[in-house]
C-alpha cells in the first residue's frame, strides 16, 4: 500500500521585541505618588455630576466636565463583587510570557463606589464569596509600582 | 436612514482552528468570491470595499493595503476598521452607511481574522490602560468572574451553561460554516472538558479561529433590480461604555440596554420576544448569552437561565438564538460580529440550509460585543 504523503508547510520565524512606554497623565501620576509615599488611595468628584472618579482624571468621562483639583479620598476597604482563579496559564504582560497565576483576581468596589481590580490573598475558592469584605495590603518596600503598590487584598471582618 | 438599504449577498469562508493552506489575502477571497456569486455580480460593480479585523490579536496591520489582492479594492475607495471585537458590526454598519449616504450604490465589506498567528491573549492585555494590563486576564477573565455574579445573582448551575453550549454545538453541527463541530451528546459531555478559568470549562467559551466574512450593501434602486431576496437593514445602533473595572456582568445598565431600548424605541418593539423572530448574539462565553437574554430584554431580569431550561432559544423553538452555533463555535474575532449579520439575513431569506429555523422570520436582531463592553446592534427585516 502506497504511503499517503503528508502535506508539509515550510515555516519561517522572525522573533521581534516591540517595546513602548505607557503615560499615566498628571492625575494619575499624583495617584501613584501617594500610594508610593503615604499608602493612599485617591479619586476625583466631578464637581458637575458628582460621580467619584477612579482612576482620576483630568475630565468626567459620564458628562465630559474638566474637573480640576476636586481631589477625594477613597480609603482602601472594598467589597469583593466579582472573582475568579485561572485553571490554565494566562499571559503575563510583564514578562511576555504564559504562567499560572498565584492569586484569584477579583473586582473590588470601595466603599466609596470605584471599582478596582486586583488580587486576593485567599488562594481557596471555596473560602471566597461575593460580597466579602476586603482590605488592601501593602508593600513595606519598593513600592512605586502603580497598583502594585498593593500585594493583595485580604478578608477582613464583615460589616454589621 | 436617508436611503434604504439592503443586503444583497452573503459570502463565509471555511472557519477553523489553522488554515496554513492559504494566506491572509486567499483566506479573505473565498468570502469575497462567495458573496460576489451569492449576489450575482462581479467584482466590477463593487464600488467601495472595507476591511475589518483587530490589528495585532492575529500578527497582522494594514489589512486595508496588504489585502487589496484578495479583498478586490484594487483601484476603489473604501476603508479600514479597526474597533474590537466589534469590528465585523461595525464595518457593516460602515457600508450601510455610507449606501444609505446615496454616495455609493454598492459596497462591499469584509471582516477577517487569522488566529493561528500571533498571541490575541498578550495583545488585549497590552491593549488595556497602563494602571491595569497587569489584573487583565485576557477576555477569558472579565467573561468568568461576570459568570461567578450571574450564578450569585441567579439560581442559574454550571449545568445551565452547559445547556446553552449544546445548543451552540448541535446547531453549529448543521452549519458547514462552524469551526467546532463536536457532535456533543450531552450536558455530561461539556462538563466533562477542563476548567480554563473558574467557573469557566474549555468548552464554555469560544475557540480561536481562522477565517472571513463577507456581505454585500446595495442601494433600494440596485437591490431592487439584482436581487429576488434583497434583506433590508431597518435600523442600526451603537452604544460605547467607559473603561471600567466590572466590564461584563455587574448590576449597573450596561450598553447593551441601552442600545436595545434606542432601537426598540425607534422601531416600535415593545415585545421583543414577539416582534423578532429569529436572533444572532455575540456570546463569547455560554454564561454570556444568558445574560443577553436579560440585556435584549427577551427575558426579565435574572431569567435567562430559565429559557435555556425550557429550550425556547433552540433552533426550533418560540424564540431562536444562535441557530448557526453562534461565537461558542465559531469565533475568527473580526469576522465574529459580521456573521451574526450574514447568518441573520440568510435566515430571513430563508436560506440557511440545514441550520435554518422552523418558524418564518422576518425580522432578525444582531448583536456585536467588545472590550469595554461596547455594542452594536442591527435589526434586519423581509420587507420595511
Known sequence: MAEEKKEEFIGVEFLSKIPYSWSMGPYSGSLFTEMKENKKIWGIRCPKCKKLLFPPEAMCGYCFTEVKDNWEEIGDEGTVVQFTKAGMPIFDIRKGTFAFSERPLANIQFDKGPYIMHWLEEKDLEKLHLGMRVKAVWREQGRGRGYEDIMYFRAIEEKK | MANRV???????????????????????????????????????????????????????????????????????????????????????????????????????????????????????????????????????????????????????????????????????CRN???????????????????????????????????????????????????????????????????????????????????????????????????????????????????????????TEHNTGWKLVEKGVTELDGAIPVNPSGGVLATNAIGATAMLRIGEAALQIRGDAGEHQVTKDVKTTLSSGLGGTNWTTLVLLKRSL
Not at chain 2, 68 to 97: E, L, R
Not at chain 2, 123 to 141: K, N, W
Not at chain 2, 189 to 214: E, H, M, N, Y
Not at chain 2, 268 to 283: L, M, Q, R, S
Request: net charge negative; charged share 20%; proline share 3%.
Open chain 2, 176 to 298: 458547514p460554516y462552524a469551526h467546532l463541530r463536536l457532535g456533543l451528546k450531552s450536558i455530561e459531555d461539556v462538563a466533562k472538558s477542563p476548567t480554563l478559568i473558574w467557573p469557566l470549562r474549555l468548552l464554555d467559551f469560544c475557540p480561536q479561529s481562522c477565517g472571513a466574512a463577507a456581505l454585500i450593501v446595495a442601494s433600494e434602486k440596485v437591490a431592487k433590480k439584482i436581487s429576488k431576496k434583497p434583506v433590508w437593514v431597518a435600523d442600526h445602533e451603537t452604544v460605547h461604555e467607559l473603561q471600567s473595572e466590572v466590564v461584563f456582568g455587574g448590576d449597573e445598565e450596561k450598553s447593551q440596554q441601552v442600545a436595545a431600548r434606542r432601537l426598540y424605541k425607534r422601531n416600535g418593539i415593545t415585545n421583543p420576544a414577539k416582534d423578532i423572530d429569529c436572533f444572532e448574539v455575540y456570546e463569547p462565553s455560554s454564561w454570556e448569552e444568558m445574560y443577553l437574554y436579560e440585556h435584549f430584554f427577551i
Open chain 2, 6 to 172: 439592503a443586503i444583497v449577498g452573503v459570502g463565509r469562508s471555511t472557519q477553523a482552528a489553522r488554515r496554513p493552506e492559504v494566506n491572509d489575502a486567499e483566506m479573505i477571497n473565498e468570502a469575497v468570491r462567495a458573496a460576489l456569486a451569492d449576489a450575482q455580480i462581479d467584482i466590477n460593480k463593487v464600488q467601495a470595499v472595507l476591511t475589518n479585523s483587530i490589528d495585532g490579536f492575529d500578527n497582522f496591520y494594514l489589512g486595508d493595503c496588504l489585502l487589496v489582492d484578495g479583498s478586490g479594492a484594487y483601484m476603489k475607495s473604501g476603508m479600514k476598521f479597526h474597533t474590537g471585537g466589534t469590528v465585523g458590526s461595525t464595518g457593516s454598519i460602515a457600508a450601510f452607511n455610507m449606501v444609505a449616504s446615496g454616495m455609493f450604490d454598492i459596497v462591499l465589506t469584509i471582516g477577517h481574522q487569522k488566529q493561528e498567528r500571533g498571541n490575541s491573549m498578550g495583545t488585549l492585555c497590552a491593549a488595556a490602560p497602563g494602571e491595569l494590563r497587569e489584573f487583565v486576564q485576557g477576555a477569558i477573565g472579565a467573561f468568568a468572574q461576570a459568570a461567578v455574579q450571574y450564578m450569585k445573582n441567579t439560581n442559574a448551575k454550571l449545568e445551565h451553561a452547559a445547556m446553552v453550549r449544546l445548543k451552540a454545538d448541535k446547531n453549529a
